[in-house]
């Protein structure tokens, strides 16, 4: 099958609303103008189909073309860069590639850091914790887009679609925790980065409701921070 | 590419992401310089070129770094079109190939485990481990669709998932040595003693095999140190 042939074949997505994993995907293929079908799967009540579709993980997303199968955002993004080229996410300059997967790895492997804040109570625990991910923010800062708009340049790309927890997630997560981590003050690159990365019109049209997400997050809150019961 | 090319590798000796790396610029004949890190005492330049993790492999090309063994390799791979494209062509197959590269992470993690454990915990981890390496078996022989390639065969298509099998469990004897622990044989795991088999016969790999009693060694060490430190 030739890459234009496989280009036209069916493609579905498999996620859940509140991922921002999920968003990814389904960001690059409105940018890159690819139809799919989105198939809404409930995380906390797993379905059969998501386990033999990820057996492996037994998460989403799940990106399926053609009738093959593909897991991990980052994978999946340089599978829909690869097999439909319209509209690049990856850069073309190897060490710029390079870069690129480096932070996504970087945003991957440190969401536990970057999140912990938010599963702890008020107190001696979450100052502790605002203060780590306050550090492994400062790297992301440290490192963030100063004369371009983006961090993959002048239009966006895998890396800042892969920052784009940034952009809804922390606030809807300080704000369901009553805490502020991203000071503007302090991190004034991550800041514009936000407002730049929103107006973009396919994420300015595709994103998860802020309230929505709050009353997500604070239920999730009370559920996975209940004081001991002994 | 470059006619002045200056690859520089900052590495440590018995690392299994080190040995990603070098295998991949060993296979594809480039030529680098290595440097031994110190890891308890680590040198400015690493802490130069990888200040955000401070961790090696690291590689400085013309000056410029890059980290993360998966990231450095693929950048190789894309750089130095010389030997053999350690990720091919098509698409689906190369997120096939990232994906179990990526699962060897786990794997290499719940191994650290079981060397750095006894008792109870260490039955734990030999148990998580062994499911983890039983399905690595299972996902590579998915890629294998028509069977256990030749020596011949594996040694004409090496992939960086080849190279991770090979940087993680080439010195597998002396892990059974160390560890008492047999997680890799024909029986259990036939693709990844395949794979094995195949690789140390490449010229570039068979030189720069680990002494077994040196591996020994290491392992031997790391191991009591861990130990120690984990009742201190």
Known sequence: MSRKERSMEEVKVIGFWTSPYVYRVTWALKLKGVEYEYQEEDIWNKSDLLLQ???????????????????????????????????????????ARAMARFWIKFVGDKMRNFQGFFFKRAGEEQIKAVKEAQEYLKILEDHGPEEKKFFDGDNIGMTD?????????????????????????????????????????????????????????KRLREMFTKPATT | ?????????????????????????????????????????????????????????????????????LVIIEYIDETWKTGP???????????????????????????????????????????????????????LKGLFPDGIPSVDEFSKNVTLLDLFVLAHFGEYEAQEEVLGLKLIDTDK????????TALIEIPAVKKSRIPHEKMVAFLKSYREDALKSATA
């Open chain 1, 53 to 95: 579709y990820n057996p492996v993980h037994k998460k989403v997303p799940v990106f399926v073309h053609g009738g093959k199968t593909i897991v991990e955002s980052g994978i999946i993004l340089e599978y829909i860069d690869e097999t439909w080229p319209q509209n690049p996410l990856v850069p073309t300059d190897p060490h």
């Open chain 1, 161 to 217: 679609l892969s920052m784009g927890w940034l952009a809804f997630w922390l606030e809807a997560m300080e704000e369901a925790s009553g805490v502020q981590v991203l000071e503007a003050n302090s991190f004034p690159r991550l800041h514009a980065w936000i407002r730049n990365f929103k107006q973009v019109p396919v994420i300015k049209e595709n994103h998860p409701d802020h309230t929505r997400l709050v009353a997500y997050f």
């Open chain 2, 1 to 69: 590419m470059a006619e002045q090319d200056k690859v520089i590798l900052h590495g440590m000796w018995a690392s299994p992401l080190t040995k990603r790396v070098e295998f991949a610029l060993k296979v594809k004949g480039i030529p680098y310089e290595y440097v031994e890190e110190d890891l308890s005492n680590k040198s400015p330049l690493l802490l130069k070129f990888n200040p955000v993790h401070k961790k090696v492999p690291v590689l400085v090309h013309n000056g410029k770094a890059i980290a993360e063994s």
């Open chain 2, 189 to 196: 795991t036939p693709l990844i003693v395949s794979c094995i």
């Open chain 2, 85 to 139: 494209q350690l990720l091919p062509e098509d698409p689906y197959k190369r997120s096939q190939i990232r994906f179990w590269a990526s699962y060897m992470q786990q794997v290499f993690e719940s191994l650290v485990l079981v060397i750095k454990s006894s008792g109870e915990a260490q039955e734990k981890a030999i148990k998580e481990v062994s499911e983890k390496v039983k399905l690595l078996e299972t996902g």
